[in-house]
T-cell receptor
Framework: NAGVTQTPKFRVLKTGQSMTLLCAQDMNHEYMYWYRQDPGMGLRLIHYSVGEGTTAKGEVPDGYNVSRLKKQNFLLGLESAAPSQTSVYFC????????????FGNGTRLTVT | GQSLEQPSEVTAVEGAIVQINCTYQTSGFYGLSWYQQHDGGAPTFLSYNALDGLEETGRFSSFLSRSDSYGYLLLQELQMKDSASYFCAVRRSGNTPLVFGKGTRLSVIA
């Protein structure tokens, strides 16, 4: 039981390049989330999904897109990376909303030069 | 919107007790959660309070007062391994996502 797995762990991009961050969970959770974490800013929600085929915007969605084609996978895309997107990205999942705790992946450290 | 306030840093002595406060403003409230994150690691769930009062889990306790929009995390018998960042988080309703505070960095010293 791997929990939540994120790939890659590290990535360096040049401004304007694109990439996709992958998140997979094996707990059959309905809800999945993408957060970014910057020093002193806590965890800020980018996008989330309440079930297969659904997505919704969070606090800081600009510059990102997501897809949830399969229940176990939640993809985060950067179409044209900018230095402001340098951050640590965490994927999380939860069984449902309500009081279901979030289970986090180990994060992807992205640097955009 | 939602906003959460918690101290940015707290330092405490090994073996002591420390309290990390969290005040929140939110339109709608569906519980206060706490998460722990060690440097370089992922956040992990600690506790959840939906109703007023104290919830205890081993050395950790969490308190909620909905009328005061306030909660705290209490860590007893501090150990060096408790040095980490602690985040409070709230949901506006049952099917909306968690919004996190900026975190409190706890340093436990000998």
């Amino acid at each position: 039981n791997a929990g939540v797995t994120q790939t890659p762990k590290f990535r360096v991009l040049k401004t304007g390049q694109s990439m996709t961050l992958l998140c997979a969970q094996d707990m059959n959770h309905e809800y999945m989330y993408w957060y970014r974490q910057d020093p002193g800013m806590g965890l800020r929600l980018i996008h989330y999904s309440v079930g297969e085929g659904t997505t919704a915007k969070g606090e800081v969605p600009d510059g990102y897109n997501v897809s949830r084609l399969k229940k176990q996978n939640f993809l985060l895309g950067l179409e044209s990376a900018a230095p402001s997107q340098t951050s640590v990205y965490f994927c999380a999942s939860s069984e449902q909303g309500g009081n279901s705790p979030l289970h986090f992946g180990n994060g992807t450290r992205l640097t955009v030069t | 919107g939602q906003s959460l306030e918690q101290p940015s840093e707290v330092t405490a002595v090994e073996g002591a007790i420390v309290q990390i406060n969290c005040t929140y403003q939110t339109s709608g409230f569906y519980g206060l959660s706490w998460y722990q994150q060690h440097d370089g690691g992922a956040p992990t769930f600690l506790s959840y309070n939906a109703l007023d009062g104290l919830e205890e889990t081993g050395r950790f306790s969490s308190f909620l007062s909905r009328s005061d929009s306030y909660g705290y995390l209490l860590l007893q018998e501090l150990q060096m391994k408790d040095s980490a960042s602690y985040f409070c988080a709230v949901r506006r309703s049952g099917n909306t996502p968690l919004v996190f505070g900026k975190g409190t960095r706890l340093s436990v010293i000998a």
